[in-house]
């Protein structure tokens, strides 16, 4: 990296001494875009793509607005409950960017959790599912960075996370195999060493399909 180039400005961050990224820089997006439209022979100029730059900068801007975000805090109000049997959320449907390609990965998450005398308000699981897929991400890295998320921040007897998606860059390059569908899970706690817990949960998520 040098001058011409500096890295995203970050600032710090009070709640966990981690830095975050400052603002989307759209112009330096947009010239980005510019460029990526004349190396492939394309006029930027022409009518058609006059404002594309800005608007796939807006787009990128929206796309990785999880960057911005941290999902502990959302996590963090929690309510004191005797109910300690599963607590699950099928079907959170969710639409990220796979980091190899920045092209989408989209479908829906399953997140259980075991409670351990602490609940949470139930879209704010499909908040923090949306938080992480909002990010340049890998499938298997985001399952198993929520069931981490869920387990700490409500200290979960156990956590499952179950994600399934289509990747478009397996479906509209490369191997071009449309259909496929890719699933993740990670298990935490019970659910990792309880086969009976495993066994209801899965149940449950195929459960009036
Ligand atoms: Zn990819």
Redesign the pocket.
Known sequence: MNDRHPRTRRSPDKSNGQQTPGPVEHARIAAAVREILLAVGEDPDREGLRETPQRVARMYEEMFAGLRKDPAVILRKTFTEKYDEMVLVKDIGFESM?E??L?PFFGRAHVAYLPNGKIVGLSKLARAVEVLSRRPQVQERMTEELADLIMKELDARGVAVILEAS?T?MSIRGIRKPGAICATSAMRGAFQSNLSSRSELMALIHNNR
């Open positions: 796979c190899h390609h092209l990747h860059c």
